[in-house]
DNA sequence: CTAATTATAAACAACT
DNA sequence: TAGTTGTTTATAATTA
């Protein structure tokens, strides 16, 4: 007990408002804080260090290739400046959902480059599910750009280019080199055929003109100096003999973008190089840089940002919606490995007392299965506050359902608020009410840390109860018992994406969802536009519709048991209904049955994204309550 | 910087 | 009296 109370307090004392909370709360997670209680870097491990240098440079390399495609001039130095140490990689691993295209920025380390990218892909791929036939090309761009960026970084490792954090200058060479363009071409070709693509592109008002002459100039002033003899196929720059290239490629021999296991990488090439020397020769043969691909590649940046763009807005889509995990199961077998690493490594540092449980049977839980851990759960992974989830709102009920057997086993933190598992302990009781001793029982009895440390949660849970309007105390003859106000309980889910309608409609015009599938889109846009159409969602929210995208959504049975339970779970649920002598209301309980609105919208959404062949998903997913 | 949300800790009262 | 249940206040972290 005494230990158990002596290591909570340890976990929650520790942040530091240095600039390095985000990585103490961290790592320190169960543990001594040691690391936060300085203020300064000098606590970081070297580790950290290179992390965070490995962060700056691969931003810097990042932005400018925003800047490129956007012909934004803005240097990021400030931008650069400010992301030291601020989302440690294991942030990027575990939280794969909640980074926003900014923080992806930022937060990209190279370790987590691809596994990021990758996940980018599996977003892409749950689109293409979707119906999107363009999918096809867009993955192809993504991998683009994952090489691009790998290149980049493989770049600045050699110290070919001088990335100045402050200037993100990258050569536009090099770029083009990472983007081989001649690939371009051969994207360009395929998706010649694809009217809607080339569609998409008008519609994004991608000028080429415009970009290019940017580019050009930017390339033009930094680039040349910082890469001295990067000899580059498109022989733009001095073309150096294959040799000497190779040379100068030898330490990362096997690790340029397009060139691995003897052969090369070019989309559709695959030709097979021995050495180094003769792949630079093949690349500058057979994949040489000419004016139209230039072009092309320049176009293809901006489509590729464009891409993140959508990636971006497909994850806040995703989020919000209850789009079962297994939608993406590439996605979430990364982020189960990245869990595992996560744990192996880092969930428990040294001198973290590690919980008991998992001390023993960490990763055992873990299922082998497609569903595995959804990438909310890894956000708990560690000492994280569970607030994330909440926030981003990982659907508690899929999640649960999901993966229930490894919150069970794991001593792993559910990423979800008290407030959001009380009532569904309480909305998945038989009869919706729970006394406090069997939320306990629920809670002890679903999260294997809640066994642990209970004086603690308890207190917490009581605080929640007590302190949440949305939780309303029945006294019966036995006793009292807790009930869940659900329209207390959607009232009071805050905006949580500040997206204006403005937003969304840029989101649903080409910049965001140009290129989206039209399924998607339509799922989108009719829910924003239902969404903006309902007077509640426009006065209220703050926001806009994506806020309430997110309301009531951070909880799938909401929605399911508001659809499902005819009126017995409806929002305006009284708790006169449980036959209680007497009701305490913390406040009066909002008078807003409008609130049902969006969280049946959504499960409209939801429909709407559950496409052909994925249904038995949907339902899957639906019967929350059979967790437990 | 501020406000809101959440987690945690703790004091305290009422009740069993 | 001790433990449980609830309420309330305070503090800190995090995020918008």
Redesign the pocket.
């Known amino acids: 007990m005494m230990v158990e109370?002596a290591t909570?307090?340890i976990?929650?004392?520790?942040?530091?408002?240095n600039g390095v909370?985000?990585l103490?709360?961290q790592s320190d997670s169960g543990g001594r804080e040691g690391s936060s209680n300085g203020d300064t870097n000098g606590e970081i491990s070297p580790v950290d260090l290179l992390h965070l240098q490995q962060q700056q440079a691969l931003q810097a390399a990042r932005q400018f290739l925003l800047q490129q495609a956007t012909g934004l001039s803005s240097p990021s130095s400030n931008e650069v400046k400010q992301t030291p140490v601020q989302v440690p990689v294991s942030v990027a691993m575990m939280t794969p959902q909640m980074i926003t295209p900014q923080q992806m920025q930022q937060i990209l380390s190279p370790p987590q480059l691809q596994a990021l990218l990758q996940q980018q892909q599996a977003l892409m791929l749950q689109q293409q599910q979707l119906g999107n036939k363009q999918l096809a090309f867009q993955q192809q761009l993504i991998q683009m750009q994952q090489l691009q960026q790998q290149h980049l970084l493989n770049l600045q490792r050699q110290g070919l280019v001088g990335l100045q954090p402050g200037q993100g200058a990258v050569p536009m060479q090099s770029l083009q080199q990472a983007m081989c363009p001649a690939d371009l071409q051969q994207l360009w070709k395929d998706v010649a055929g694809v009217p809607s693509a080339e569609e998409t592109l008008k519609h994004e008002g991608l000028d080429l003109s415009t970009t290019s002459s940017n580019s050009t100039s930017y390339s033009a002033s930094k680039v040349s100096p910082q890469i001295p003899h990067h000899s580059l196929p498109n022989g733009q720059n001095s073309v150096h003999t294959p040799k000497r290239d190779s040379s100068s490629h030898e330490e990362h021999t096997g690790s340029h973008p397009l060139y691995g296991h003897g052969e090369c990488k070019w989309p559709g090439c695959e030709a097979l190089c021995e050495d180094m020397g003769q792949f630079i020769k093949h690349l500058n043969s057979e994949h040489a840089l000419d004016d139209r691909s230039t072009a092309q590649c320049r176009v293809q940046m901006q489509v590729v940002q464009q891409l993140e763009i959508q990636v971006g807005a497909s994850r806040a889509f995703t989020l919000a919606n209850p789009i079962p995990a297994f939608y993406f199961p590439s996605q979430l077998n990364l982020a189960s490995s990245a869990s595992l690493m996560k744990r192996d490594t880092e969930a428990y540092p040294e001198g973290l007392p590690h919980p008991p449980t998992s001390a023993a049977t960490p990763i055992t839980p873990l299922r082998q299965g497609p569903s595995v851990i959804s990438s909310s759960s890894l956000h708990s992974v560690g000492p994280i506050?569970?607030?994330?989830s909440?926030?981003y709102c990982t659907p508690i009920a899929s999640e649960l359902a999901q993966n229930c057997e490894f919150y069970k086993n794991a001593d792993v933190r559910p990423p979800?608020?008290?407030?959001s598992l009380i009532r569904h302990a309480i909305l998945e009781a038989p009869d919706r009410q729970l006394?406090?001793?069997e939320i306990?029982n629920w809670f002890t009895r679903m999260f294997a840390y809640f066994r642990r440390?209970t004086?603690?949660?308890?207190?917490?849970v009581?605080?929640?109860?007590?302190?949440?309007k949305c939780f309303v105390?029945v006294e019966n003859v036995k006793?009292?018992v807790?009930t869940v106000d659900e329209v207390e309980y959607q009232k009071?889910?805050?905006?949580?994406?500040?997206g204006s309608p403005t937003l969304v409609k840029n989101m649903i015009s080409g910049l965001g969802f140009g290129s989206l599938n039209a399924s998607y889109q339509a799922a989108l846009a009719e829910s924003s536009l239902n969404l903006l159409n309902s007077p509640t969602m426009v006065n209220t929210s703050s926001?806009g519709s994506l806020n309430m995208l997110h309301v009531g959504h951070d909880d799938v049975s909401s929605t399911v048991e508001q659809v499902n339970s005819n009126g017995s779970c409806s929002p305006g649920l009284s708790p006169q209904q449980y036959g209680s002598h007497q009701v305490?209301v913390?406040e009066e309980p909002a008078e807003m049955e409008e609130d049902s609105r969006p969280v049946s919208l959504m499960a409209t959404v939801s429909q709407n994204l559950a496409l052909p062949g994925d249904e038995r998903e949907m339902e899957e997913e639906l019967p929350a309550e059979e967790l437990e």
């Open positions: 109370s909570e307090t976990r929650t004392t520790p942040s530091t408002q909370s985000s103490s709360s506050r569970r607030r994330n909440d926030k979800f608020t008290y407030a006394t406090l001793n306990y440390n004086a603690t949660w308890k207190n917490a009581r605080h929640n109860l007590s302190l949440h105390r006793g009292a807790w009071r889910r805050p905006p949580k994406m500040t926001g305490h913390k």
